[in-house]
């Protein structure tokens, strides 16, 4: 059987490769924390079970429309204008199966082989892998922590060519967690669209993100008034992160309306519909109390943030940008002595902690940064921390480690 050069040219998900090494410890008796894989540990509020239990009372639950239910497009666009100040036309929302159907959607309505597209680096492997399926050419733009790990505006436009045709971006970003300042995302998307291209824009994690100096959540990139910025921007996001339903599969995406008819299209050809009972059941995570137990949640991660920075400095391994938003820090561990392909390596089979090396990120300081996501209890997090600071320390005798909470 011949494999299509496509699937031929897919690189390792390494999180997962992680993950499977950490299965098999794990088979072997061994208690492994793991930090490689961003999924909140909290699962979805009480009332979207309680929602999805009604919904599995026997009824049909046939087919809904290829892009939702008119009125969880409606409760999005909602919760766009109370939440991210951003006011958008429920026409314009499309409900997918997970995050990751929306980019395949993006990817398909925008892009044709050959095109050039620019995406920063380290980023997200998954949104690169879905514009070189449909044909792009990518351009990987190196950040630094000068940045905060994201592209600017003038990165962008000194790699614009003739065949670029888009941008790529994720604030705040996995692996990094640090967003892009919003002056900086708009001025980015307003000169994209001046060349005539699109940006797409995850905002997966931005309901994680922290509050502003006035305290509220910070603006949807769609909360611009540029016209520009508007009329070429599609905005990616998910139930998966701020609301907790992972397994659910269920994201969407806002786009322009000339590509309402052209994602209705694709959406119908490509998985029919999104899945009906996670749609009955996320009109529930739009109440009141369900908010409540969304943002309780995002305080949460913001404790363990804290309790995960200053534990890592602590033991000697710098995050050289804090992070503001998801649930991931980037370290380094060049201090080490040790690659970060070593590094998670060494510490999943002589620490027992799984993390993720920076290669799955992208080639800018892939062997000199870890992702670690902080979704996960206060004990294991602590208990992590302990576990590197006693490897770290045992390479390197002078640097200070975490003292054992009692009982450990």
């Known amino acids: 059987m011949k494999i299509s050069r496509r699937a031929e040219q897919i690189a390792p998900f390494y999180a997962m490769e992680v993950a499977r090494d950490a299965a098999e ?15 909140p540990d909290f699962g979805p509020p009480p009332e979207v079970l309680a929602a999805a239990r009604e919904v599995s009372d ?66 997200y492997p998954c949104n690169r892998q879905f514009a070189t399926a449909f044909g792009a050419d990518v351009t990987l733009l190196p950040t630094t922590a000068e940045t905060r790990f994201q592209v600017t505006a003038e990165t962008v436009a000194r790699a614009w060519t003739d065949a670029t045709r888009g941008v790529i ?37 931005l ?56 994602l209705e ?10 899945p009906t009972p996670s749609q ?30 200053d534990g890592l400095a602590r033991i000697g391994l710098d995050v050289p940008v804090v992070p503001d938003g998801a649930f991931y820090v980037y370290l380094d561990v060049g201090s080490t002595g040790l690659t970060s392909s070593e590094f998670c390596e060494r510490v999943l089979h002589e620490a027992h902690v799984a993390l993720t090396p920076g290669k799955d990120f992208g080639v800018a300081g892939a062997e000199q940064y870890v992702r670690l996501s902080y979704a996960a209890s206060t004990e294991d997090l602590t208990l992590a921390i302990e576990r590197l600071g006693e490897f770290v320390g045992a390479r390197n005798p002078g640097e200070r480690r975490v003292t054992s909470p009692p009982g450990r």
């Open 25 to 39: 410890l794990e088979a072997k008796g061994h208690h492994i924390v793991k930090l490689n894989i961003g999924e």
């Open 58 to 123: 026997g009824r049909p639950l046939a087919y809904t429309g290829a892009l939702g239910l008119p009125e969880l497009r409606s409760a999005i666009a909602e919760f766009y204008g109370t939440h991210f100040r951003a006011e958008v036309d429920p026409r314009r929302v499309a409900v997918t199966s997970g995050a990751s159907a929306a980019l395949l959607l993006a990817c398909a309505a925008l892009i044709d082989p050959g095109d050039g597209v620019l995406i920063g680096d380290p980023s």
């Open 169 to 205: 971006v994720a604030t705040p970003s996995n692996p990094t967690g640090t967003s892009m300042p919003y002056d900086e995302l708009i001025a980015m998307t307003d000169l994209v669209a001046e060349r005539g291209g699109w940006s797409i824009v995850d905002e997966i994690y």
């Open 207 to 262: 309901g994680l993100s922290d509050p502003g100096p006035d305290g509220r959540p910070p603006r949807s990139v769609l909360a611009t008034s540029s016209p520009g910025t508007a009329a070429g921007t599609v905005v990616i996001n998910s139930f998966s992160k701020y609301f907790g339903m992972t397994g659910w599969r269920l994201g969407w995406c806002i786009v322009p309306d000339e590509l309402v008819g052209v």
């Open 265 to 274: 299209r694709l959406a119908q050809n490509f998985y029919v519909c999104p």
């Open 280 to 309: 009955f059941a996320a009109l529930a995570c739009f109440t009141p109390e369900s908010l409540s137990v969304a943002e309780d949640n995002r305080r949460e991660f913001a404790r363990r943030r804290q309790l995960v920075v």
